[in-house]
């Protein structure tokens, strides 16, 4: 399903890419994302334990994990590499819980105008004092890739944020 | 030999307060927090990842986006609050005195309701009885029963309110009479949902295609249900009548009740309970044996005249009524104690 979900897209970049430079599909990233919950269940040794299930639908108040999932199909090292994410509209950035190895994650409270990691975000009440920024303040995630991507590398970046 | 006039007007006293308790409810209703469980049901929550990157020399960002979606699951949730400020108060008896509720849609959709009462509840001194459902409807504040457009009467079960919607109601009980002062009756209201199998489930119950779109609904914590309970206080007002003489006062000056001696009636009136006795008017006629002794009417240790002339006063002989004293005391505010004297001649 996560295959079927990401070549769609895939495709529709791919006609893009071949419009404009034709050298520079062969070196393409591709994006999966997914978004699922976590449920309790029984395992096959009868022991609870906690699984991760594609969300279809999602009670208010429960927490979604959104992970992007990353690929350098191309022939060419993909440069300055950035993943970013708008926290979904009705939902509230989960503290503390983007994950992303070898990148630098920062977050936007101003609608992805500018980024900086949290103890350096601050919001703006109507009299114009400052505050710092909440979780809830946040309106984007960034990730930074640290190095370039070589061909073939893949990995995952993800976040966790509550249905209002 | 004396008589209370417009007795039943007590009885009707409090229609001000009245008004004033449901002015008061009306702006807890516009206040009332808000429970409802934010993003409503059927919602597309969207996820879009975007990467950018450069390849080689070339410093054109190339971009790629990426999207997983889900959808908000129907969550059913409700709370009634009693919006009356203080108990309601009532005669006894009474008809169709309303206890005023707020229902709010506390789940994220679309939900009907049904109603329940109950009021022959514990923990009370009566049991009203309650006759019916008003709703909200015309957009003035109260409960209005008469007028274009007067309120509703609750049909089958109330209209759709949306997630977060909020409804007044009106539950209207019967007062018993010959109830006393400050004794108190309490009536409840039940708001269900009116989705099938929701009311009374165990919170986390799910309803394959009961919710919006032919999804799933949840039961919430309300357990699709809620209840709250409105108390009546009476406040009746009583009004007692004590006449005694207060003195004599015989031609050889001394005690004895002989033609000629002056008889000084005194006539006591105790306002007790709550609430206000209206339009309390005090009339004692001469007897027939007696003469009036003209200008000799005392209330509360202040001379009064015999004329009507209200404001001056509010006494008067033989005008208002023939050979009669009569004493306006309008309204009277519970407690209050009123002291009347008269004198009359033996004849």
Not at chain 2, 179 to 184: H, I, P, S, V
Not at chain 2, 223 to 249: P, W
Request: hydrophobic share 40%; proline share 6%; with cysteine.
């Amino acid at each position: 399903m996560q295959l079927k979900r990401a070549f769609i897209p895939g495709i529709v970049i791919i006609l893009v890419a071949l419009s404009a430079v034709w050298a520079h599909a062969q070196g393409q990233v591709q994006l999966t994302s997914v978004a699922e919950v976590e449920v309790e269940r029984f395992n096959q040794e009868g022991k609870k334990e906690v699984q991760r299930i594609k969300a279809t639908k999602v009670l208010p108040g429960n927490e979604v994990i959104f992970t992007t999932l990353y690929e350098n199909t191309g022939k060419e090292v993909a440069e300055n590499a950035v993943i970013t994410n708008p926290v979904p509209e009705h939902m509230i950035y989960a503290q503390n819980s983007a994950r992303g190895m070898g990148t630098r994650i920062t977050f936007s409270v101003d609608g992805g105008k500018t980024y900086d990691s949290p103890s350096k975000l601050f919001i703006f009440d109507a009299s114009g004092r400052k505050f710092p920024a909440r979780p809830q303040d946040y309106t984007h995630i960034r990730w930074s890739f640290g190095e370039p991507l070589p061909p073939g590398a893949k990995g995952e970046v993800s976040f966790r944020a509550i249905l209002q | 030999m004396f008589r209370l006039k417009e007795e039943k007007k007590w009885r009707h006293t409090l229609s001000g307060l009245v008004g004033l308790v449901c002015a008061t409810s009306l702006l807890l209703g516009i206040t009332a927090p808000a429970w409802a469980l934010g993003t409503v049901a059927g919602t597309v929550i969207a996820n879009t990842a975007t990467a950018t990157y450069t390849m080689g020399a070339d410093p054109t960002p190339q971009t790629v986006t990426a999207m997983d979606s889900f959808e908000v699951l129907e969550v059913i949730n409700t709370v009634v609050v009693w919006q009356d400020a203080a108990d309601v108060t009532v005669n006894t008896p009474q008809t169709e005195r309303p206890l005023t509720f707020l229902l709010t849609n506390t789940g994220n959709g679309p939900e009907a309701f049904t109603f329940t009462y109950n009021d022959a509840m514990g923990a009370d001194d009566f049991d009203p009885i309650a006759q019916l459902i008003w709703l909200e409807s015309n957009g003035q504040p109260g409960l209005q029963t008469t007028g274009s457009p007067a309120d509703s009467v609750l049909g089958a079960a109330t209209p759709d309110l949306p997630a977060d919607g909020s409804l007044l109601v009106y539950l209207l009980s019967n007062i018993p009479s010959g109830l006393g002062d400050g004794q108190t009756g309490r009536v409840s209201l039940t708001a269900a949902a009116n989705t099938i199998g929701a009311a009374g489930a165990a919170a986390g119950t799910e309803l394959p295609g009961a919710g919006l779109n032919g999804g799933t609904a949840i039961v919430g914590n309300s357990n699709g249900d809620s209840e709250a309970v409105g108390t009546y206080v009476v406040a009746a007002v009583n009004v007692q009548l004590t006449k005694s003489i207060a003195a004599i006062e015989d031609l050889s000056g001394g005690s004895e009740p002989y033609p000629g001696a002056r008889v000084t009636y005194r006539l006591t009136v105790q306002i007790g309970g709550s609430g206000a006795a209206e339009a309390l008017t005090i009339t004692d006629t001469i007897p027939t044996d007696m003469t009036y002794l003209p200008g000799s009417i005392v209330l509360d240790g202040t001379s009064q005249s015999d004329a009507v002339d209200v404001p001056a006063d509010q006494t008067d002989f033989n005008v208002t009524s023939a050979n009669t004293v009569t004493v306006e005391l309008e309204n009277t505010v519970a407690p209050a104690t009123h002291t009347i004297e008269f004198t009359t001649t033996i004849n």
